[in-house]
């Protein structure tokens, strides 16, 4: 098989389905941070110990990265889309698991702690700036719009991931020095007792 079809020498890659496009192009650039991210997760995941169940749902979420990638390099109408709600709801689901476990924030955190969760900071990162190439995307053309979901619940998906780790791992989150109390914990309680009053 060869690696190089010399289309790249103009500037010009190819989708799925044959379009030419530039390589500079908002959409290129989106799946190009896709795969950018998923690359992150492959080295992230080579640095943990054998065994680790977060080292088996990383994994399994390179495969939704590559799907994402995918949808992403593909026009509207050529091939069914791979990326639907149910991915949506398997994040959401790992948010809600992990996000209780540590201690409550008040305030910002600065990236860092345990290796491992610095390394889902930068995640974190990457994802947000994948969110922000493919809302470019979407004002020119037509894509699935589950991929921009999904990669909007990434970012918070590792922000919590890092926290996970460093809480397992006995690090302590690192509040940002000049910040102020910006969160604070509302209770089912507190919301019906301002509905009471109001």
Sequence with gaps: MQLYTKT??????????GQT???????????GTIDELNSWLGYMISQMDQGDELGEELLQLQHYLFDCGSDLSTPEGVYPYKVDESLVHWLEERIDTYAPLPPALETFILPGGDPIAAMAHVAR???????????????????????LIFVNRLSDYFFALARL???????????????????HNITKEDIERWADRN
């Design 8 to 17: 790249g020498d103009k500037g010009l890659t190819k989708l799925v389905g």
């Design 21 to 31: 496009i530039a390589k500079d192009s908002d959409r290129v650039n989106a799946y």
């Design 125 to 147: 990162t990457i994802a947000r700036r994948a969110e922000r190439e493919i809302v470019a995307t979407s004002w020119a053309a037509d894509i699935n719009h589950q991929v």
């Design 165 to 183: 780790i460093n809480y397992r791992s006995a690090a302590q989150d690192i509040p940002y020095e000049r910040g102020v109390k910006v969160f």
